[in-house]
């Protein structure tokens, strides 16, 4: 039986370093190639040497899909291709292939520069990585060799996010990568088509997770952030680079233009000046909103939000700054956090998630002394507020997808055990499909039960159409016809033709049958009484009586003998072909069960 | 060759095809008189050697129309081509003229149908069926009366349900629904013919396998539903199945289906499949659409989420759940935002706020309870209103509104939802979602927290969004006198933000006060600034934003008696002051000491208004004694009319549109009088001139007056129209009568007359209907007199109009039920400022202008504004259509901006700015009324029946300007 294997070798109940292998059709596809932003050693990146030791991937591997720019789905990348090795094709998405090199360098110099790791990527790899990057489009059926297929669908999540289907022949796979189901003020819905995948690997980040409307945080954060820019106070975003700080950056930029506000808005420098290049050009990737609105003004030439520089931070007077990073452990954040914290007119607002041991997490977590470098305290008199502005789909907007997607079976990646247990259990129970959840290294296999096509002749299929009424396309429907298999092809012929082709003869079956009956009268009258017996029986068909004695129903023959020593037994002889083996038999019983006694 | 051949075959058919959709849209228009059409295309056709030359041919013929009397012959020609005609295309082409001709208007097509239907049995190409079909349904739609033929092509279309091709099915669908019988038949010889089922053949094609079938199949029980079959309960479990179809068309036209099977049958009862229990079926039904809501084609939930709004039956539990999404994280239950404020407010504890994790989860969820994607309506508007397309969320907050209306708590229950878009992304979208909680205000009370949110959009910078909140908050209901004081300090800042806002702002707190009376009571020391021990200083008059506080204050006042006792002196002066400057907002206060200036409760109003309508109906009543009057009397009687009309108007707001009207209406009559007084044609000759100035400036006036008359007024029934044309042929008589004898020779003379008799033609033929109620007129005269008029010389003519004219009597206006005159005011410009707008002359600077438009038809095309420059040069400006707003039935509001320009000026001049009603009486309403006129006036020149103009319909405002010369 063909079947589809897929081994996560990270992602696999877990959040980070998602790379998935699937083997489908007899290809092997690497989705996604990422790093763990929690660990400084060997297993940030996949282990590769599960696909092969110490040789390269290339003749392993036919593709390489990345779904979207975020370091856990690509950040191993050039240690892959460059360092382990493969030549193949890598896919993703335009603005993916623009940022990808970009935030994979400023990863590098962290690691490289910052922390002094030797053995580490260079620049010259990640260049040499991404010219083995082929940009997909989307909804673009890109043939990858002969048989395999890939197709790109929206996916919401960042910029360039992309789903992707995965086809070999009949069987196809569709990996979400991350994806988010509800709009945002920058980039739109998850959308797929029911293309109805054997497998479909989905994330499950909050799978256990059903989050309220979108408006009540937003309404919030801007709230928070308008009082205190009324009451003069300052008030610190710290956010990572990408995704959120855009979104943040376009709340913020169109109230400002809403309410008429006058406080400045900053944005620390860095990497996003180069990002928000991107996101001005790629605006088909965007929302409606932003999309029909580019040709008046583009959304992402911010208006009000300025570059920031160090001195402003002492600036009087309210204003609004972004950050990075996003957890204040360190940089820019940090410094201008310790600057502001001791008025309780300001504020900081903390967008993500932060990690134990930042100062993030301790002012999250209410401590109001913090201890700095060099025996320093610092009070935190500042206001601090927490507003989660995620992208991704909760557990609602995952069966969502896989209502539209409505695959034969799911798997679930890129989440906690256990909260995917609960997802599985639901998925199982509403949509009665098959649900796997394997641990990195573990394999999954699904059996397919992929269609076998075969080409019709269509002089056949116009005679079977003609038959009866048209076909309903949810069913399937029996017709007669000759399969030949042959030169590696399947041919379904009319069974005439496919005795031409063989240069066979047709052999006729006939079945005969005897049936014995009492009846005194004459043969000739027993002749008359069952024709008009058939006749009364059998109104559908065409019953003849032929002039040398014998009944024609439709091809059958019934004839009537007498022997001679009891006249009265009389011997009814039918015959008929194979074709009309039911009606024969049904005749055949019928008789049997005898005439009926004619009064005359 | 036979490759080249099959080319060209194709080249051919993608022409047709093209050339048909663009020949399909002025087939309509058929009319033209050019007689032996058929001959001559007859002769064409011959010539044709090749498809494509006929094709040439057939696409000229069907440029121009066919009349009615050669149409059988056309097609007659048409049919023994096609007999011939071995090329599909030209066959296609055929057969969509037959059907474009059957359409021909007086045109009976019985006589066609059997040719239409014997071409088609022997027909092999599936466009030419297709094609054919479609003529088929032209022809059986022009004949609904005809039984037999319809059945015949029911049958026709039954036949052909089995074709290969999706396009000939489709078009047997179509035909089906549009013709299909819907009721049995009545008459013996029909019921021997075999009656289709025609639901049944239909619904046996939701299966399909062609997705473009499956919705034809749909849309044409969609049809028969439209025609007033009743459609099967037994569909609906059809229906049901393909609202998961693949193709968008399918689902979108199943949800139609769904919905209205759900408003046919919306008490049956329906079983749950999986369990064994059953529910109403619009209930079942509008989960299913709810379901919709979040379907992978925005097309689609467009649709779902508009039909949600019309189910009206759903019950309450439904309703509710489609605004329930159950929050849940990590498993346990959270609490909405929504909830969470709704539990502050009820605690008593306001906005504790900045609790870390306030919004931590509570309880443990347990699994197996929890649905992830609920069958039923779970969520269906929360996922609606956040979704990514404006069209979705604006059809949902629609259907919010027309639901909110009918159920209250429904209403309650959507509000947090409905304030909640106030921060859409889109401006339309919270437009419309202010618009909506303004509709369903009545049945809700705002909490604190609720109308803080409001309240925050009112620093918006769009003015829209602002004048739409004030509205709001004009019509809301609040819970606490913090609320008050809350609305009136937003107010306040929003008014110092935008000082433009100022009306609209004083109107929204004038209602605020009157609302909430007993919530204004106890603020009232605090919003004046009184001090029980110590003097105030005395605010400033002018301020803005403490007559905004007045307003508040004094119209809470008015329903609460005990408020005055509160005021400090001045407040008593500026109450005075404000009741005359600003009377509209301030109401009539029963302040201790002073005496109630009018008494004007409302039953005093009621009694007033009736007694004034009384008044005008008998000093109307009193005008028509005058044919027995000396002509002294007579003018004197309208003059004093005329006057007591004027003042009524004044008086009486209500009446105003009427009193006017009328006092204009004898206003002319009166001018009329003027002009044909004896005296004056008595004189001698020499004398003409004068009394030929003076008759001429009268009937100019009245020719003025009929069309504001005609044009200003909306409410006129054709009865007042014809009566106004009435007086202008009138003055036109006279007019023609002036001409006559002053100018010398006839040949000018002679145009003058003619073109007089059209026009009395032309009245003639308009107000056929209402020529009973002309008895002893002018026009009734002349009507019987007109085939000696057309036969006579000008100069007879003259004659015969100056005694009909003066013999004529005097006709009775009925008023109609409402009148209203059109009328407008500019707010912006003030013409108060005294600083001049300066700008170099020959740029351009732009003038804000911002007016209310009372009662204009139509103002997109109607309304101009006019500048006239110091110098008499007058612009005259169209603004554009997305210059008006509707703010409610029978109001515009015009905001534009204006561009003047102009050489330099010495010093700064004022310019004056109005706004103009342009009208064209070829537009008039009589055109409205009879569309047939247009066709046969073909004779006249149509130039000479439209007049245009415009009458001008606002005060006009002065502005200063002051054109700088360059600097170079």
New interface residues.
Partial sequence: MPQIQVTPLGAGQDVGRSCILVSIGGKNVMLDCGMHMGYNDDRRFPDFSYITQNSRLTEFLDCVIISHFHLDHCGALPYMSEMVGFDGPIYMTHPTKAICPILLEDYRKITVDKKGETNFFTSQMIKDCMKKVVAVNLHQTVQVDDELEIKAYYAGHVLGAAMFQIKVGLESVVYTGDYNM??D?HL??A????CRPDILISESTYA?????????????F??KV?ETVERGGKVLIPVFALGRAQELCILLE?FW????LKAPIYFSTGLTEKANHYYKLFITWT???IRKTFVQRNMFEFKHIKAFDRSYADNPGPMVVFATPGMLHAGQSLHIFKKWAGNEKNMVIMPGYCVQGTVGHKI???QKKLEMEGRQTLEVKM????MSFSAHAD??GI??LI??AEPRSVLLVHGEAK?ME?LK??IEQ?FNINCFMPANGETATTVTNPNVPVDIALSLL?RE?ALG??????KPRTMHGTLIMKDNSLRLVAPEQALKELGLSEHQLRFTCRVQIQNPQSEQDTLNTIYSHLKSVLKEHSIQHLPDGTVMVESILIKVSAAAEEPSTKTLLVSWSYQDEELGGYLCTLLRKGLPQSTG | MAAHLKKRVYEEFTKVVQQQQHEEAPAKKLRLTKPSKSAALHIDLCKATTPTDALQYLLQFARKPVEPESVEGVVRILLEHYYKETDSSVRLKIASLLGLLSKTQGFIPDCIVDDAINTLNNEKSHQVIAQLLDTLLAIGTQLPENQTIRLRLVEVACRHL?D?SFGVRNKCLQLLGCLGSVDKPVSKELESMVLKDVQKIIG?YF???DPRVRTAAIKAMLQLHERGMKLQQTIYSQACKLLSD?YEQVRSAAVQMVWVLSQLYPESIVPIPSSNEEIRLVDDAFGKISHMV?D?SWVVRVQAAKLLGSMHQVSAHFLEQTLD???????RR?R???ERAKELYSSGEFSSG?K??DDAPKEKVD?YA????DSGAC?AF?HG??????EVRIAAVEALCTLAQSSSSFAEKCLD?LV??F????EEVRLQSIHVLRQISNNITLREDQLD?VL?VL????RDIREALHELLCYTNVSTKECIQLALVELLKNLT?YPTDRNSVWKCLKFLGARHPTLVLPLVPELLSTHPYFDTPEPDMDDPAYIAVLVLVFNAAKSCPTMSALFSDHTFRHYAYLRDSLSHLVPPLRLPGRKLVSVSDSSGMASSEESSQQFLRQSLERVYTIQHLEAQGAQELLEFTIRDLQRLGELQPELAGAAEFSATYLRCQLLLMKGLQEKLWNVAAPLYLKQNAMASAAARQILEETYKLEFLYSGLETRQVAIVHHVRLQAKALQLVLNARTSRGVEPLLSICEKFLQEVDAFQRCFVAELTHFQDSFVEKLLELMPRLLACKPLDLVKILQTTLRQSGFLHLRLPEQLHRATATIIEPTGESDNPLRFTSGLVVALDVDATLEHVQDPHNSVKVQVVYPDGQAHIIHPRPGDFRNPGPGRHRLITQVYLSHSAWTEPCQIEVRLLLAYSSSKSRTSILKPAWNESTDGLPATENSIEGTIPFSKSVKVFIMPKPTRR
């Fill in positions: 509800t709009p003020r739109g819905a959308w797929i088509d029911k256990t997770t059903i989050r309220d409307s979108k408006r009540c945080r937003e309404r919030d801007l709230k308008h169109t233009d809403r309410m008429n929302n409606q909103k999250l977590s209410g206001q601090v507020e927490y557990a609602k069966m969502q209502r539209m909260k609960f259990q639901k509403e116009k159409a009424p048209l076909p309903d396309p949810k | 089995t290969t046996d299966n399909d396998q693949d979040s992978g999404k159950k929050l849940m994280s990590d498993l959270k909405t935002a929504h900045r870390w994790a699994t929890v649905n992830l994607i969520g929360v209103l956040e979704d990514e397309m404006f939802f909640d878009m921060n859409d992304e889109i949110t925050a620093e918006d910078s769009s933000k």
